[in-house]
């Protein structure tokens, strides 16, 4: 059985990440920022077993700095699509193309996102058509496919949806109920859009380190102990 994450992920340039971050942080901040969370994320979910990590990038010409940055032990493919819907639908269908049985989509947005609910999500896929994780801001960290059903989900679960709005998760479940659908539920969790959300990624690293915790993502931790110093 075959199993893949694909990771969304863009070249990480100045005014091009991160850019609500913006002027909190610095645009070069933002992009150190942002190379920090993709990172930390691609190490941690390196140590799942038996799952092929896939780097969906933007814009055309990324791969080649991507690869700098995370190795040559992923897959690389290029994410094709006017808008986010259609680019989720075609990394899906990629991923059933090249025979994977079991397909997550995830961002790179959530670098603390325990890789335990990664393997949850797969795990939820041995009995549901799709797996969502719900953020806490309206939208989704992960979404992902049994390729046994996948024809009847895909793209249609991905169109009419308000990308970047609160609505994101309500109307993206809505649509999948629509197709009678099973679906498969992960806890919640936040990503890092905003200076506020910043703010409280960091309050949460610095509490799990007091409490003596394992905390994975030790470049996000690194930096942001020194942007808020």
Same mark, same amino acid.
């Given at each position: 059985m075959k199993t893949c994450v694909i990771v969304f992920a863009k070249n990480p340039v100045s005014n091009q990440v991160k850019t609500r971050l913006i002027p909190t942080l610095s645009p070069e901040q933002a992009a150190i920022l942002y190379t920090a969370f993709l990172?930390?994320?691609?190490?941690a979910l390196a140590k799942?077993?038996?799952?092929?990590?896939?780097?969906?990038?933007?814009?055309?010409?990324?791969?080649?700095?991507?690869?700098?940055?995370?190795?040559?032990d992923v897959r690389y493919i290029p994410q094709i699509g006017a808008d986010?819907?259609?680019?989720?639908?075609?990394?899906?269908?990629?991923?059933?193309?090249q025979g994977y049985t079991k397909t997550l989509l995830v961002g790179s947005d959530s670098p603390t996102l325990p890789t335990s609910y990664i393997s949850k999500a797969f795990t939820r896929l041995n009995s549901r058509d799709v797996v969502i994780g719900p953020s806490t801001d309206g939208g989704y960290y992960l979404i992902g496919f049994s390729a046994r059903n996948i024809a009847m989900t895909v793209p249609f679960i991905f169109e009419e949806i308000a990308w970047s709005t609160a609505d994101v998760f309500q109307q993206t479940v809505a649509r999948i109920q629509s197709l009678k659908a099973t679906i498969g539920l992960l806890p919640p969790w936040y990503?890092?859009?905003?200076?506020?959300?910043?703010?409280?990624?960091?309050?949460?690293?610095?509490? $799990?380190?007091?409490?003596?915790?394992? $905390?994975?993502?030790?470049?996000?931790?690194?930096?942001?102990?020194e942007i808020f110093s």
């Open positions: 990172t930390d994320w691609c190490e799942l077993p038996g799952v092929d990590r896939i780097i969906a990038y933007t814009p055309a010409g990324a791969r080649s700095d991507l690869q700098a940055l995370i190795g040559d986010l819907g259609k680019r989720l639908a075609s990394a899906t269908q990629w991923a059933t193309e990503d890092i859009d905003t200076a506020e959300d910043l703010a409280f990624l960091y309050t949460h690293i610095s509490a $799990m380190r007091l409490a003596g915790e394992t $905390m994975p993502a030790v470049r996000t931790e690194s930096l942001l102990t």
